[in-house]
């Protein structure tokens, strides 16, 4: 798990176990930005859903296939962003939790210190600076 801002955090996928350290965590929100059926041994969200519904923690399935920005994923990604709920979102390795994180926050923030913020969690984002850049201008 990584933490990108003071309440997002992106992580590879986790378990039905993992939860309760969630919850103790106090976080609010957990995001599958992973589609089923991507691995043989993935855990379906429907299971990691069914947990964080048992445990009062809220779960919104918000899966991308990798490379596909669309603009519905990205709206729906900065909507979470604006609860202010520490979330944790997850896919398979968190390369397209923190791709819809960025193309979200740029809404509001400026896109170098987007692509920095993200840099130090640990994610190269120079290949979206053009993106970033065109939704940042139409957000404006």
């Known amino acids: 798990m990584k933490k990108v801002s003071g309440n997002y955090y992106v992580s590879s996928q986790i378990s039905e176990e993992d939860l309760d350290y969630f919850k103790n965590e106090r976080f609010s929100l957990i995001v599958c930005n992973r589609p089923n059926g991507e ?18 923690l809220t779960f919104i399935n918000l899966p991308m296939i990798p490379g596909d920005l669309q603009s519905e994923l990205i709206l729906e990604t900065k909507k979470i962003l604006d609860k202010k709920q520490k979330t944790l979102a ?19 923030e400026n ?3 987007t692509i920095k913020i993200a840099a130090d969690a640990g994610y190269e984002l120079d290949h979206l600076k053009p993106l970033l850049i065109s939704i940042h201008s139409t957000a404006s």
Do not use: H, M, P
């Open 39 to 56: 691995e043989e041994d993935q855990i379906d969200f429907e299971l990691i859903q069914k947990r964080c519904e048992s445990i009062g």
């Open 90 to 108: 997850y896919c398979r390795t968190g390369t397209r939790c923190i791709n819809l994180w960025a193309c979200a926050n740029v809404f509001e």
């Open 111 to 113: 896109v170098d210190e």
